[in-house]
C-alpha cells in the first residue's frame, strides 16, 4: 500500500460497483472509500470502508501491519461508507479502541450495536501514537453532527472525513501530485451541492477552525489526498459554501412533445444574444438532478419550466424544485415559464415553489404558454432570457 509521508499509509478501496450513491447520486466513475493507517509505535487507524469491501480493506491493513494489532480506530464520521467495517474490525482487534466524540457513540451502538472500548475527545483533545500526534477538532453538521477531523501535528495532515471529498475512483493514482485531476474538479462540486449543499454555514465555521492551521495533505474519506492542489480545493469549499456563483445560467425544463423545450431554446439564444457566454441547458427527464444541482451551485442563474401534469407540476420538475429547495440555496435568479393543454398550473406551481422554498430572486415576466408558442408569448419568452442576461451581466 502507499506510503503518503512518514509511516501513513493509505488502506482504503475504490467502488466501481454500485450506480447511485446513497441510492441518490449517479457513480458514472466510482467512488472511493478512503481510510489511512498510521503505523507508529502505536498503530491507529483512520476511519473504515463500507462493509461491501471489508475483504479488501482488512487485506490492505495486513499488506501494510501483518500481524500488528491496531490500537485505535478515530472515527471522523458516522455515515456507514465510512463506519460500516467498524463491527468487523473489533472482531479482527477486539481490543482496538475506538475514538469519537459525544454524537459518535450513540450512532455507533444504533447502528452497530457497538458500544465498547470507546474513548471519548473533546474539541482539541491530543492522543499521542509515538512520532505521530494526533488533535481532534469537532466541525458538527458537515454534513452530520458528529462529524470532526483529525490533524496529525506532527506532519501537518488532516484526515477531513468527507470535507474536500469527491466523486471518481481512483485509478493507481492517490496523491494528486500522481493524476491529471482535471476530471475531478466538477466532481467535487456535484459531491459538495449533492452531498454537503445545505449545511455552508457549519462548513463555514469548520474552515474557520482550520484557518491558519498548518496543512501539506488533506486526506479526505472520497477521491485524491490533496498536496499540490491544497489552496484550490480550500478556496473551492470556502466559495461553494458562502454560495459564490459565477455569472452564467442554468435553464432546465421538463418536456412532453417539444412545445416547452421550444420555448426553452428561444429564451437560451436570447440570453446568449443579450451576451451571456456562460449557459447550460439541460432536459430534466434525461440529466439526473444530481447534474443540474452541481450547476445551480456553480451559477447565479437558474430558468425552469414545465408543462402542467394532472393538474399539477410536471413531477420531474417538482423532484428538481424539491431537491433544490431542500439545500437553503442562497444568492441565485429565478425565471420561469410553463406550458399546458387546457388548464394553466406549472407556472403558478414553480411560483408557489419560490414564494415558499426557494426564496430566489424572481427576474423577468413568467411565460404562460397554451399549448405551444404564438408570436406574444414567443416574444416573451425572448424577454425572459434578455432579462435574465441583463440581470446577470450588470452584476
Ligand atoms: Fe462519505 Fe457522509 O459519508
Redesign the pocket.
Known amino acids: 500500500m502507499q506510503e503518503i509521508i512518514d509511516k501513513i499509509y493509505y488502506v482504503g478501496v475504490n467502488d466501481r460497483n454500485k450506480e447511485l450513491f446513497e441510492g441518490l447520486w449517479p457513480l458514472p466513475d466510482g467512488v472511493s472509500?478512503n481510510s489511512y493507517l498510521i503505523n507508529d509505535d502505536k498503530v491507529c487507524l483512520i476511519d473504515t470502508v463500507e462493509v461491501d469491501f471489508f475483504m479488501p480493506f482488512i487485506r490492505n491493513i495486513h499488506e501494510v501491519i501483518g500481524d500488528r494489532q491496531i490500537d485505535y480506530l478515530v472515527i471522523n464520521?458516522m455515515?456507514p461508507?465510512?463506519s460500516g467495517s467498524i463491527a468487523l474490525i473489533k472482531k479482527y482487534y477486539p481490543d482496538i479502541k475506538i475514538i469519537g466524540n459525544k454524537k459518535t457513540f450513540g450512532m455507533m451502538e444504533g447502528f452497530y450495536g457497538v458500544n465498547d472500548n470507546c474513548v471519548e475527545v473533546k474539541n482539541g483533545d491530543v492522543l499521542e501514537l509515538g512520532g505521530h500526534v494526533l488533535k481532534f477538532v469537532l466541525t458538527p453538521m458537515v454534513?452530520?453532527p458528529e462529524t470532526m477531523v483529525t490533524l496529525d501535528t506532527s506532519c501537518n495532515v488532516l484526515f477531513s472525513?468527507?470535507a474536500f471529498?469527491c466523486f471518481g475512483a481512483l485509478n493507481g493514482g492517490l496523491i494528486d501530485s500522481q493524476i491529471n485531476c482535471d476530471t475531478f474538479w466538477l466532481e467535487m462540486v456535484r459531491y459538495y451541492s449533492n452531498?454537503v449543499g445545505k449545511y455552508g454555514t457549519p462548513v463555514q465555521n469548520a474552515l474557520k477552525k482550520l484557518a491558519g492551521v498548518p496543512i501539506d495533505y488533506i486526506c479526505s474519506?472520497?477521491g485524491p489526498v490533496w498536496h499540490e492542489h491544497i489552496g484550490k480545493v480550500v478556496g473551492m469549499y470556502d466559495s461553494m459554501s458562502r454560495y459564490e456563483t459565477a455569472p452564467g445560467l442554468v435553464v432546465c425544463y421538463g418536456t412532453m412533445y417539444g412545445n416547452t423545450e421550444h420555448a426553452a431554446e428561444v429564451i437560451a439564444r436570447a440570453a446568449s444574444q443579450a451576451g451571456l457566454k456562460d449557459i447550460v441547458m439541460y432536459n430534466v427527464s434525461k440529466t439526473h438532478h444530481s447534474y443540474i444541482i452541481r450547476d445551480v451551485f456553480r451559477y447565479r442563474g437558474l430558468i425552469v419550466g414545465a408543462p402542467t401534469y394532472n393538474t399539477g407540476l410536471y413531477h420531474e420538475m417538482d423532484v428538481l424544485l424539491s431537491e433544490l429547495a431542500g439545500r437553503d440555496i442562497k444568492n441565485h435568479c429565478l425565471g420561469w415559464f410553463g406550458s399546458h393543454g387546457w388548464a394553466s398550473r406549472a407556472v403558478a406551481k414553480i411560483q408557489e415553489w419560490n414564494d415558499t422554498r426557494l426564496h430566489f430572486e424572481p427576474v423577468g415576466t413568467p411565460v404562460d404558454i397554451r399549448q405551444s408558442l404564438d408570436s406574444e408569448t414567443f416574444a416573451m419568452c425572448e424577454a425572459l432570457g434578455k432579462a435574465m442576461a441583463e440581470k446577470l451581466l450588470a452584476e
Do not use: P, V
Open positions: 472509500y464520521h455515515e461508507d465510512h454534513h452530520w472525513g468527507d471529498g452531498i474519506t472520497h
